[in-house]
C-alpha cells in the first residue's frame, strides 16, 4: 500500500505558480498509478490529474488542462504537480493517492496524506 506526504502549497497571486510534491512510501510505488485530488471549502474532492505507473499516460480534469502538469520519478518515489497561470477557483487543499482506473475515471484507493494548503489571491 502506498501512504503519502503532500507538500509545496502557498499563497500565490492569480496568474502565478507552484509546483506541489507528493513523496510516496512503500515498494509498490512504481506498481500503480498515481493521481492527484483536491478540496475546496464546502465542497467535495475532486480528481485534478493522473499519471500511468510508468509516466507515458497522463490524464487531466478539463479546468487545469493546459496549465498543470503532473510528473512522477520512481527512482525517487515521488510525484509532482507543476501548476501554472493560477486562478483563485484553484484554491484547495491538494492531495496524491493512488489510483485505478474505472472506465473514464481514476479512483483513489488507500490512506489520504494530510493534503498542502494552496491559495489564489485575485
Known amino acids: 500500500q502506498v501512504q503519502t506526504a503532500e507538500s509545496g502549497g502557498g499563497l500565490v497571486q492569480a496568474g502565478g505558480s507552484l509546483r506541489l510534491s507528493c513523496a510516496a512510501s512503500?515498494?509498490?510505488?512504481?506498481?500503480?498509478?498515481m493521481g492527484w485530488f483536491r478540496q475546496a471549502p464546502g465542497k467535495e474532492r475532486e480528481f485534478v490529474a493522473a499519471?500511468?505507473?510508468?509516466?507515458?499516460?497522463?490524464d487531466y480534469a478539463d479546468s487545469v488542462k493546459g496549465r498543470f502538469t503532473i510528473s512522477r520519478d520512481n527512482a525517487k518515489n515521488t510525484v509532482s504537480l507543476q501548476m501554472n497561470s493560477l486562478k483563485p477557483e484553484d484554491t484547495a487543499v491538494y492531495y496524491c493517492a493512488a489510483v485505478r482506473t474505472k472506465g473514464t475515471s481514476w479512483n483513489p484507493f488507500g490512506s489520504w496524506g494530510q493534503g498542502t494548503q494552496v491559495t489564489v489571491s485575485s
Open positions: 499519471i500511468s505507473w510508468s509516466g507515458g499516460t497522463t
Open positions: 512503500g515498494r509498490a510505488f512504481s506498481m500503480y498509478a
